[in-house]
């Protein structure tokens, strides 16, 4: 994995000599991670980011819960991902789940010597909280952001929050989140497209399920209705390829539905992916050749 002398992964073979010797001359972080575990990939870059910070102080060995059953089963691991702080050949401390950087800090800082310099906390906190989202974690990504803003107000941090609480249905707290972004010109594109995703997330909400839409319209290809507002639960579900096809398809058979709803919403998730988005970039173009 990482090429860094201070991380490492072990097996059951060489835990003891990697970690339990080891810990007699420097503390040894434990990461018990499996590749299914989401929370896992999102803590990994920053305990990654915190063990090089300290420049040798600190290793950082990696257990694959998956190929070390037995080291799970040895200390008793419950929940993933679980990291476990080594020293003198003990475990002295350790947390379960993801935690912001400054926890963990503060449970190194009792045994390991001052690192030689701070990373970037904020960006470190942006890369595990993208990572949760992908994964579709939205409340524990808002439970990293939390604590971290806190600590640093971050124009950045506060888009990733909107996000995440968008996605999380907290409707009201996304738009007071974005109201609050201080440097709304610098973020004017994100800002605009987030509050593009909270528009279809609150018309989503009052719109028949993803599944009755479906069958109504496989009932009936020409319900522009059921059409229309698939798309938009498709948009809320950040399904965006298959909402640009079908607002696209209800464009070509009925282009007028609902005062041009179709074609403003495409304009809408446009600004919401992006200029440079490919999907924005194919999708234009057939807009174009449609409209001329």
Same mark, same amino acid.
């Given at each position: 994995?990482?090429?860094?002398?201070? $991380? /490492?992964?072990?097996?059951?073979?060489?835990?003891?000599?990697?970690?339990?010797?080891?810990?007699?001359?420097?503390?040894?972080?434990? %990461?018990?991670?499996?590749?299914?575990?989401?929370?896992?990939?999102?803590?990994?870059?920053?305990?990654?980011?915190?063990?090089?910070?300290?420049?040798?102080?600190?290793?950082?060995?990696?257990?694959?819960?998956?190929? @070390?059953?037995?080291?799970?089963?040895? /200390?008793?691991?419950?929940?993933?991902?679980?990291?476990?702080?080594?020293?003198?050949?003990?475990?002295? %401390?350790?947390?379960?789940?993801?935690?912001?950087?400054?926890?963990?800090?503060? $449970?190194?800082?009792?045994?390991?010597?001052? !690192?030689?310099?701070?990373?970037?906390?904020?960006? %470190?906190?942006?890369?595990?909280?993208?990572?949760?989202?992908?994964?579709?974690?939205?409340?524990?990504?808002?439970?990293?952001?939390?604590?971290?803003?806190?600590?640093?107000?971050? %124009?950045?941090? #506060?888009?990733?929050?909107?996000?995440?609480? $968008?996605?999380?249905?907290?409707?009201?707290?996304?738009?007071?989140? #974005?109201?609050?972004?201080?440097?709304?010109?610098?973020?004017?594109?994100?800002?605009?497209?987030?509050?593009?995703?909270?528009? /279809?997330?609150?018309?989503?909400?009052? /719109?028949?399920?993803?599944?009755?839409?479906?069958?109504?319209?496989?009932?009936? !290809?020409?319900?522009?209705?059921?059409?229309?507002?698939?798309? $938009?639960? @498709?948009?809320?579900?950040?399904?965006?390829?298959?909402?640009?096809?079908?607002?696209?398809?209800?464009?070509?058979?009925?282009?007028?539905?609902?005062?041009?709803?179709?074609?403003?919403?495409?304009?809408?998730?446009?600004?919401?992916?992006?200029?440079?988005?490919?999907?924005?970039?194919?999708?234009?173009?057939?807009?174009?050749?449609?409209?001329?």
């Amino acid at each position: 994995m990482s090429q860094s002398p201070y $991380i /490492f992964d072990v097996s059951t073979e060489t835990f003891d000599q990697c970690v339990i010797e080891n810990s007699h001359h420097k503390p040894v972080l434990v %990461d018990f991670w499996a590749e299914w575990c989401a929370p896992c990939k999102a803590l990994m870059p920053m305990l990654a980011s915190i063990t090089e910070s300290y420049a040798g102080e600190l290793l950082l060995a990696k257990v694959n819960c998956d190929e @070390q059953a037995a080291l799970t089963e040895r /200390f008793g691991i419950r929940s993933l991902p679980t990291v476990v702080l080594f020293k003198d050949g003990q475990p002295v %401390d350790g947390f379960a789940g993801i935690q912001p950087e400054s926890a963990i800090r503060s $449970i190194l800082e009792p045994h390991v010597a001052e !690192p030689v310099a701070q990373p970037q906390a904020a960006d %470190d906190t942006a890369a595990a909280v993208e990572a949760l989202l992908e994964a579709g974690q939205p409340e524990q990504a808002i439970a990293l952001l939390q604590p971290a803003l806190a600590e640093q107000r971050d %124009d950045a941090l #506060l888009l990733l929050l909107a996000r995440a609480l $968008i996605a999380s249905a907290q409707h009201d707290d996304a738009e007071t989140v #974005l109201t609050s972004v201080q440097d709304q010109e610098a973020h004017k594109q994100g800002i605009a497209g987030l509050r593009a995703a909270l528009g /279809f997330a609150l018309q989503a909400a009052g /719109f028949p399920a993803t599944t009755l839409l479906a069958q109504r319209l496989a009932d009936n !290809p020409a319900d522009s209705e059921a059409g229309y507002q698939l798309a $938009i639960q @498709q948009l809320a579900g950040q399904q965006h390829q298959a909402a640009l096809e079908g607002l696209l398809q209800l464009m070509q058979r009925d282009r007028g539905y609902a005062d041009n709803a179709a074609q403003r919403t495409l304009l809408q998730t446009f600004k919401l992916l992006g200029n440079d988005h490919p999907l924005t970039i194919s999708y234009q173009r057939k807009l174009y050749q449609l409209l001329y």
